[in-house]
């Protein structure tokens, strides 16, 4: 009581002391000092725990400790002492582990909230207070050992986008820790039907990445009302590195989210499976609230001329990635998760109100720890920013971006129709003039001699000097995912129709060049019901039906068999522009809505030497004339064998002419490279 009591008249001190800075603190200029060291934040050891927080503005900063995430009155408060470079430090003698705390800043005449550190690790329920935690105590058994699952090269990457959710959450997953971390971590899980589901499904599936919709601390789901139907995509950042609470088991234990973490990191990896994190640096659930802003006004973020937030993230504000700042604490942020919890990859949502010497220094960093390490994002802005034009990572400015990709929209809109419009119709349900945008997604937005880049539907230039820099993919958890783009879109087409359909979006995007990515639960038509902005929607909506695996069992078997192609042909998966010059010829077709290519020459080393890939958007079959030769089909709209289709009419080599069959791929290899 006597500490309580020694502090509270300090702050009355210090209180006065801020009334009279506050005409100073205004007229400051913007520019604060730069802190170069790497010890911010709260750092943990049995003998004592060292605090550094960077607040240039306040005249006065204290640190609450609590026995508990929520409730109760503070167990100890100690005043910070200011220091180098804008930075307050304390050293807490002793063992102070799992206590969490908060820090309230004297900025002017005003005590801020009683908010955490930005930096940090480990958070309470709600992620209202820090938690001091000994890391090494919430590694599993075994976790020194893990290692990342080889890869060669980002063409060989396939990702699969899900939610943590989602995954497990539906009665027929077979899962028992339904809506949590730990389902990743379930081997043997089946549904009622006996079909795999879960880390086994993706293993037999064979994608190489699982892209987790954001995993960091959110401010959109009540952790202390999880009895409740609750659900949101989590792009409402609140803690940027610690785990969030509703996807664990016990989110009132700050430990137990981030061993959670851990497990399915640990888990996907065992299983031969990378895992990449959906990152949303970009902007924060509420700025005025945010431990960015209450630690520190007004230097975080991007302002308006009238002082106003900036909204190019259309979420209400902007983080500024350009200030020093910001820009380390990105750096540092992204860096943490590789290092402590073997993340493999990050997607940047809404990358381009990031500016392109933050993402590379990004990616520098991350070099450091493993080059394999992939990073991608969003080439564009949800709105105006005051960044500059050619500072921002958007697509266009991609070339100046270092080792990062950016989602082909190009591809996407000219597979199934516009984002804009869940009822136009792209190539996958006959519309005409999509050609070009198609071959555009065939070469990976790189520059290729056959491509009229005029008539590509959003880029009128090629904007990737290599196919790595392109995300080639049809549906993600934006806007209506693939089945019911499909129905809204094919509206007179029979069932069967449809189901080519499906088929021949995705038959696009696993032959294309650059990174294969597709929306989980494509492979067993997965469906919203017509909802296409699902982010807030019940389970009964965004859930991934596990049940249709069997019902579907002929889809699941082709995208399979899609996936398997695309990982034994090296082919398809081609790491250079050049290379796709001097391989990769593209057809003359005899009807609109119809693309074909020749992949020629053991391309990429692949044991196939001629390749035919033919995509027909027609209801109707339509003749081809082939280059000279004997070929054999390996692949049409209904199956897959690379060994060459055994079924009667097809077990044959063919030459001249082919039929291309309704709404399908057809692939045809040259005769020779068959033959055992």
């Known amino acids: 009581m006597k500490n309580l009591r020694s502090a509270a008249k300090s702050l009355i001190v210090l209180f006065l002391i801020g009334l009279c800075l506050l005409p100073t603190l205004k007229a400051q200029d913007t520019?604060?000092?730069?802190?170069?060291?790497?010890?911010l934040g709260v750092i943990f050891t049995p003998k004592e725990t060292k605090v550094r927080i960077w607040a240039p503005t306040a005249a006065a900063m204290v640190m609450k400790l609590y026995d508990e995430g929520m409730g109760g009155a503070p167990i100890h408060i100690d005043s910070l002492k200011k220091d180098v470079a804008g930075t307050w430090v304390l050293t807490l003698p002793g063992d102070w582990k799992n206590k969490y705390y908060t820090f309230q800043a004297l900025n002017g005449a005003r005590w801020s909230n009683e908010v955490p550190d930005i930096y940090a690790k480990a958070v309470g329920v709600n992620g209202n207070r820090g938690m001091i935690v000994s890391l090494p105590e919430t590694n599993p058994a075994g976790w020194n050992s893990d290692k990342r699952p080889p890869l060669k090269s980002a063409a060989d990457i396939i990702i699969w986008e899900i939610h943590t959710r989602d995954f497990s959450v539906n009665p027929s997953s077979g899962m028992q820790h339904k809506g949590k971390f730990l389902a990743f971590t379930e081997r043997g899980t089946h549904t009622p039907q006996g079909a795999k589901t879960g880390i086994d499904h993706l293993?037999?599936?064979?994608?190489?990445?699982?892209?987790?919709?954001?995993?960091?601390?959110?401010?959109?789901?009540?952790?202390?009302?999880?009895?409740?139907?609750?659900?949101?995509?989590?792009?409402?950042?609140?803690?940027?590195?610690?785990?969030?609470?509703?996807?664990?088991?016990?989110?009132?234990?700050?430990?137990?989210?981030?061993?959670?973490?851990?497990?399915?990191?640990?888990?996907?990896?065992?299983?031969?499976?990378?895992?990449?994190?959906?990152?949303?640096?970009?902007?924060?659930?509420?700025?005025?609230?945010?431990?960015?802003?209450?630690?520190?006004?007004?230097?975080?973020?991007?302002?308006?001329?009238?002082?106003?937030?900036?909204?190019?993230?259309?979420?209400?504000?902007?983080?500024?990635?350009?200030?020093?700042?910001?820009?380390?604490?990105?750096?540092?942020?992204?860096?943490?998760?590789?290092?402590?919890?073997?993340?493999?990859?990050?997607?940047?949502?809404?990358?381009?109100?990031?500016?392109?010497?933050?993402?590379?220094?990004?990616?520098?960093?991350?070099?450091?720890?493993?080059?394999?390490?992939?990073?991608?994002?969003?080439?564009?802005?949800?709105?105006?920013?005051?960044?500059?034009?050619?500072?921002?990572?958007?697509?266009?400015?991609?070339?100046?971006?270092?080792?990062?990709?950016?989602?082909?929209?190009?591809?996407?809109?000219?597979?199934?129709?516009?984002?804009?419009?869940?009822t136009d119709p792209g190539f996958m349900c006959g519309k005409e003039g999509t050609e070009e945008s198609i071959k555009f997604g065939v070469v990976a937005s790189t520059r290729h001699p056959q491509v009229d880049y005029s008539k590509v539907n959003y880029s009128k230039e090629p904007y990737s000097t290599s196919p790595l820099s392109t995300i080639s993919y049809v549906s993600c958890h934006d806007n209506p995912c693939l089945w019911d783009k499909v129905n809204l879109t094919c509206t007179n087409d029979p069932l069967a129709l449809k189901l080519l359909a499906d088929k021949l979006a995705n038959a696009i995007v696993l032959t294309s060049q650059g990174v294969s990515f597709m929306q989980a639960g494509e492979e067993i038509l997965r469906t919203k019901h017509g909802v296409d902005n699902s982010y807030q929607s019940p389970d009964s909506i965004n859930w991934i039906d596990w049940s249709n695996k069997t019902k579907y069992a002929g889809i699941y078997d082709y995208y399979r068999s899609l996936i398997h192609l695309r990982k034994n042909h090296p082919a398809f998966r081609m790491p250079t522009q050049e290379m796709i010059v001097k391989h990769l010829q593209f057809l003359p077709m005899p009807k609109p809505v119809t693309v074909g290519y020749h992949i020629s020459d053991h391309a990429n080393g692949d044991t196939w030497k001629d390749i035919l890939v033919y995509f027909n958007g027609n209801d109707q079959d339509v003749p081809v004339t082939l280059p000279a030769g004997d070929w054999r089909i390996v692949a049409n709209g209904n199956e897959i064998d690379e060994n060459g289709l055994r079924i009667k009419g097809f077990d044959k080599p063919v030459h001249g002419n082919a039929i291309l069959p309704a709404k399908s791929m057809l692939m045809l290899v040259d005769a020779k490279s068959l033959r055992k």
């Open 203 to 422: 293993a037999d599936l064979g994608i190489t990445h699982i892209h987790l919709l954001p995993a960091f601390d959110f401010a959109s789901i009540d952790e202390t009302r999880l009895d409740e139907n609750q659900y949101n995509w989590g792009y409402s950042p609140q803690n940027f590195n610690a785990p969030e609470g509703s996807y664990s088991t016990n989110p009132y234990d700050g430990n137990v989210r981030i061993k959670e973490f851990k497990e399915m990191v640990q888990a996907l990896h065992k299983s031969g499976i990378r895992i990449i994190m959906d990152v949303v640096y970009n902007h924060v659930a509420s700025a005025p609230e945010s431990n960015f802003e209450q630690l520190v006004p007004g230097y975080f973020f991007r302002k308006n001329p009238d002082g106003t937030y900036s909204n190019g993230s259309g979420c209400g504000n902007e983080t500024a990635s350009e200030k020093p700042m910001m820009r380390k604490f990105m750096i540092a942020s992204v860096a943490y998760w590789a290092r402590e919890y073997h993340v493999d990859g990050f997607r940047f949502d809404l990358m381009g109100l990031h500016d392109i010497e933050t993402m590379n220094d990004i990616r520098a960093e991350l070099n450091k720890i493993d080059p394999s390490i992939f990073i991608y994002g969003e080439g564009w802005t949800a709105g105006n920013t005051p960044l500059p034009p050619d500072e921002r990572a958007v697509k266009a400015n991609v070339s100046k971006l270092n080792g990062i990709a950016v989602f082909s929209d190009d591809l996407r809109d000219g597979i199934r129709g516009s984002w804009s419009s869940a």
């Open 31 to 39: 520019t604060y000092p730069v802190y170069t060291g790497n010890d």
